[in-house]
């Protein structure tokens, strides 16, 4: 069964977008060649810091909230999770930048 798309569907529209985007990466590098290794470095710290940063936080507001409600871990432990989650996603959303 030969199933023919219009050229302008958006699923051909996407196609073109990623590969001018990808297009655009590589002209970058081909002009700017590889990072440094400070560079790289560098953004493995700002990545670990995105992560860690949102679970100190939720591990802060969680011992505060226990503490206050009398809980045991309840807050503390959903709160780290979920800090874990955000940061992971801003790590994410980071490194999958244009």
């Known amino acids: 069964m030969n199933r023919s798309r219009r050229p302008d569907s958006p699923q051909d529209q996407a196609l073109l977008d ?3 985007r990808r ?3 590589h002209r970058r590098w081909l002009h700017d060649g590889e990072p440094s290794l400070v ?3 560098a953004s493995v710290g700002v990545l670990g810091w ?3 940063t949102p679970m100190l936080l939720g591990l802060a507001l969680g011992r505060w909230l226990d503490h206050q409600l009398g809980r045991g871990i309840t807050f503390t432990a959903a ?3 979920l800090g874990l989650a955000l940061g992971a996603w801003s790590a994410w959303r980071w490194m999958h930048r244009k």
């Open 18 to 20: 990623e590969l001018k």
């Open 23 to 25: 297009s655009g990466r």
């Open 39 to 41: 560079h790289q470095l």
């Open 50 to 52: 995105v992560i860690v």
């Open 79 to 81: 709160l780290l999770l």
